[in-house]
């Protein structure tokens, strides 16, 4: 089959061989991936194996089911929830899959979507219906990170709420507290393009804090926030996301920023505020993510800004380093 790979300092599409299903698992003919920005910051720093297939957000149709597989047809539509679980270690019994030992996660630790084929264990399918487009699969990863995110905000009716840094999972984030009949959603952004996308994902309000910092919003408008999730991994958003909470607000760290933030105590603790690190989502997150896009209650699929082939994948990586107006970008691999 043909797959992007890994290879020293990019991806090049290769051919290699088709993978097997293993006795509790299948293979999924990939229909699309949706390309991450781990995946771009990985490729960029090195971080990748020579001959690794990325792409952990993919949907797709079961092709070939393992001897010791039930409950799976061929030609069946899925959505692959890309973490291994082995359910039983401690990490996995507290909600923290991606930090279980046991188990590759796919795109990750194991080949994944970008790719024509992919093997599954069968225990990390989920069915879509027949009636809605397949393409809906990829679109599951990411809001299940928001939903995660989201439901560590602790925020419903009658709340605000900042969601810092409006990249795929920002925008995903907007999308899952609206969704939450979160009232006020303000997004802040650098991107001209991505601040219009915040805008179409249903922000309320939408801050370019290459003018105007989110400390001087909420001294202009009064109302402090009560859930900040902090999607940007900038210098400072930490500091500045605990100054613009409300008493007993939250902070939802969900960028996989590198380095470290000084946090004021006498606010932490005076306000009763909390700082949480939100990282993936476990299966109820994924499986609440399928059902939010095949009923539309949430238009993930609305973030796509473009769709491209295997071989225009490599090169789609590389743009997505510096995305401008680029928000989300899907890979076809039958395409
Ligand atoms: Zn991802
Ligand atoms: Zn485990």
């Not at 290699?16 to 990985?42: F, I, K, R, T």
């Not at 019994?93 to 024509?116: D, M, S, V, Y």
């Not at 995903?172 to 952004?189: E, F, H, T």
Request: with cysteine; aromatic share 2%; hydrophobic share 45%.
């Amino acid at each position: 089959m043909r797959a992007v790979v890994c290879v020293p300092g990019g991806t090049e599409v290769a051919e290699v061989p088709d993978p097997v299903s293993a006795a509790d698992g299948v293979v999924v003919e990939v229909a699309a991936c949706g390309l991450c920005g781990s995946d771009v910051h990985a490729i960029e720093r090195g971080h990748t194996v020579e001959g690794q297939v990325l792409g952990h957000e993919f949907g797709g149709r079961v092709v070939e089911i393992g001897a010791g597989v039930t409950g799976w047809r061929v030609g069946q539509a899925v959505a692959v929830d890309p973490l291994g679980s082995c359910g039983a270690c401690r990490e996995c019994r507290r909600g923290l899959p991606f930090r279980c030992a046991g188990l590759p996660n796919i795109g990750i630790t194991a080949p994944g979507g970008f790719a024509e084929y992919a093997a599954v264990p069968a225990a990390q399918l989920v069915a879509l219906p027949d009636d809605v487009p397949v393409e809906l699969g990829a679109h599951a990863e990411p809001l299940a990170v928001a939903l995660h995110a989201v439901e560590l905000a602790g925020v419903g009716p009658g709340d605000a709420a900042l969601v810092y840094g409006v990249g795929t999972i920002g925008l995903n984030c907007v999308m899952a507290l609206k969704a939450a009949g979160v009232d006020l959603v303000v997004g802040a952004g650098r991107s001209a393009g991505r601040r219009a996308a915040a805008r179409a994902a249903g922000a309320d309000v939408v801050i370019d804090t290459r003018e105007t910092s989110v400390a001087d919003h909420v001294a202009a408008t009064g109302r402090p926030f009560d859930a900040v999730l902090e999607c940007s991994a900038a210098p400072g958003a930490v500091e500045e996301a605990l100054s613009v909470l409300g008493s007993g607000g939250t902070c939802v760290e969900v960028a996989l920023a590198e380095g470290s933030a000084s946090v004021p105590l006498v606010g932490l603790v005076g306000a009763g505020l909390r700082l949480v690190g939100s990282c993936a989502f476990a299966r109820p997150q994924f499986d609440a993510a399928v059902r939010a896009v095949v009923t539309g209650r949430i238009a993930a699929g609305d973030l796509i800004t473009e769709r491209v082939g295997l071989d225009d994948t490599p090169d789609a990586l590389v743009r997505l380093r510096t995305p401008g107006e680029l928000v989300r970008v899907l890979t076809l691999p039958g395409a």
